[in-house]
């Protein structure tokens, strides 16, 4: 599956943003899909990650209560709502992907992941 991300830009503190993650390819429902931010420096860490079912997520508790992960199917796209953002969530953005089966809820190690999209920048300014 190939990945498209988009959505970011430059707010304030305390703004909301959208990220979507759009695919290509056949099967999008049998992939679970996290979200993974690299602020400049840092290494790659976790932000949140859903289930191929969409049931179940995971989310970092920098980010717990403040962003929420959605997946819808039919349009192969999983969403990053990120709402009170902080300097803090400065960062690239990257969605990425792993076919599953059923049982096996996503991980949140940047290795278990087999396809990344391309990053989009977020900037939170004070």
């Known amino acids: 599956v190939q990945l498209q991300a988009s959505g970011g830009g430059l707010v304030q503190v305390g703004d909301s943003l959208s990220l979507s993650c759009a695919a290509s390819g056949p099967s999008f429902s049998r992939y679970a899909v996290g979200w993974f931010r690299q602020a400049p420096g840092k290494e790659r860490e976790f932000v949140a990650a859903?289930?191929?079912?969409?049931?179940?997520?995971y989310y970092d508790d920098s980010v717990k209560g403040r962003f929420t992960i959605s997946k819808d199917t039919a349009k192969k796209t999983v969403y990053l709502q990120m709402n009170d953002l902080r300097p803090e969530d400065t960062a690239v953005y990257y969605c990425a992907a792993k076919q599953t089966i059923l049982t096996v809820e996503p991980e949140t190690g940047v290795r278990w992941y087999d396809s990344w999209g391309q990053g989009t920048l977020v900037t939170v300014s004070s």
């Open positions: 859903i289930s191929r079912s969409g049931s179940s997520t």
